[in-house]
């Protein structure tokens, strides 16, 4: 297996290996390569969907969808629909998916968020839609001291309701499912629990800081994400079919990049829950 970092310690290649006949061996090594890069790129694996689950599973539980729609595999990220056929540009599905053009952190605005995401391309347009990372470890440590200690103690609301508001994510879930989505509270500054090391952890999910005036914390969350997730803590990739990418939810933001509106981007996700033994949002089996 040959595993090429793409930044000092941000993003890796990793080739010579077949995610579908993983021995437990390399899929440490793999696991060890992910707590230390954060996004790992896997091209041209052209995983079955079986095969991408199996893969997942090594990481964790999966998580559960959201309310009512309860798909263990989203199997329609982009414009298309399941069978890949480019959806008209108003249809609901598609339009849900452009909430992802924004940086974010999976299901940060569940009580716990999710912990790993691994996406695979089934169908690629000829240019653009492409997925960016930003490294929230590296957004943490070139905030200044002031920043730091200002944040230090600060609590940020993530609500579904508002992140998902403007682009048919009310609509998707029907109101009995919004009842399971409240606003839930994370800490601005988290500890990576393996690295150890102090996250920034934002993104549009977040809605405003608990205890300050509601319009300048929303103000303030939206430039320190936008100042965060700028060069050079960010990283793209330019999707081949069969590609997979997996990235570390709890350091990492990520982003879609706008597609041509007529050619397919079929891409396939699936989840893992975090590890908390009481997580709700985990699937126990
Ligand atoms: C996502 O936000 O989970 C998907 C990103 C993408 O479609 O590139």
């Known amino acids: 297996m040959r595993i090429e970092s793409i930044t000092e310690?941000?993003?890796?290649?990793?080739?010579?290996?077949?995610?579908?006949?993983?021995?437990?061996?390399?899929?440490?090594?793999?696991?060890?390569?992910?707590?230390?890069?954060?996004?790992?790129?896997?091209?041209?694996?052209?995983l079955s969907n079986e095969d991408h689950f199996a893969f997942t599973?090594?990481?964790?539980?999966?998580?559960?969808?959201?309310p009512?729609?309860?798909?263990?595999?989203?199997?329609?990220?982009?414009?298309?629909?399941?069978?890949?056929?480019?959806?008209?540009?108003?249809?609901?599905?598609?339009?849900?998916?452009?909430?992802n053009s924004l940086w974010h952190s999976d299901s940060s605005y569940k009580r716990v968020?999710?912990?790993?995401?691994?996406?695979?391309?089934?169908?690629?347009?000829?240019?653009?839609?492409?997925?960016?990372?930003?490294d929230m470890r590296a957004g943490y440590d070139a905030l200044s001291t002031d920043m730091k200690r200002f944040l230090a103690d600060k609590v940020a609301v993530h609500s579904y309701a508002f992140s998902h508001?403007?682009?048919?994510?009310?609509?998707?879930?029907?109101?009995?499912?919004?009842?399971?989505?409240?606003?839930?509270?994370?800490?601005?500054?988290?500890?990576?629990?393996?690295?150890?090391?102090?996250?920034?952890?934002?993104?549009?999910?977040?809605?405003?800081?608990?205890?300050?005036?509601?319009?300048?914390?929303?103000?303030?969350?939206?430039?320190?994400?936008?100042e965060a997730a700028r060069p050079p803590r960010t990283i793209g990739h330019r999707w081949e079919v069969g590609d997979i990418v997996m990235w570390d939810n709890r350091c990492v933001l990520h982003r879609a990049r706008a597609t041509p509106p007529n050619q397919p981007r079929k891409m396939v996700r699936s989840t893992v829950a975090g590890d908390e033994p009481a997580n709700e949002w985990a699937i126990n089996d």
Request: hydrophobic share 40%; glycine share 8%.
């Open 9 to 46: 310690d941000f993003g890796a290649i990793v080739s010579d290996v077949a995610l579908n006949e993983l021995s437990d061996q390399d899929f440490q090594q793999i696991e060890q390569a992910w707590f230390d890069y954060a996004v790992l790129v896997f091209p041209r694996q052209n």
């Open 57 to 66: 599973r090594r990481f964790g539980r999966l998580e559960k969808g959201l």
């Open 68 to 99: 009512h729609i309860n798909m263990k595999l989203r199997p329609n990220i982009g414009n298309t629909d399941i069978k890949g056929n480019v959806l008209p540009p108003e249809h609901v599905g598609r339009v849900f998916n452009i909430g």
């Open 113 to 134: 968020g999710a912990k790993a995401s691994l996406l695979a391309a089934h169908s690629v347009p000829n240019e653009g839609g492409e997925t960016e990372w930003a």
């Open 165 to 226: 508001s403007w682009h048919y994510g009310l609509l998707v879930v029907p109101e009995e499912g919004l009842r399971q989505l409240p606003p839930v509270e994370h800490p601005l500054v988290t500890v990576h629990p393996v690295s150890k090391r102090q996250v920034l952890f934002v993104g549009r999910h977040a809605s405003h800081i608990v205890g300050q005036d509601f319009v300048s914390s929303r103000k303030l969350l939206r430039e320190l994400t936008t």
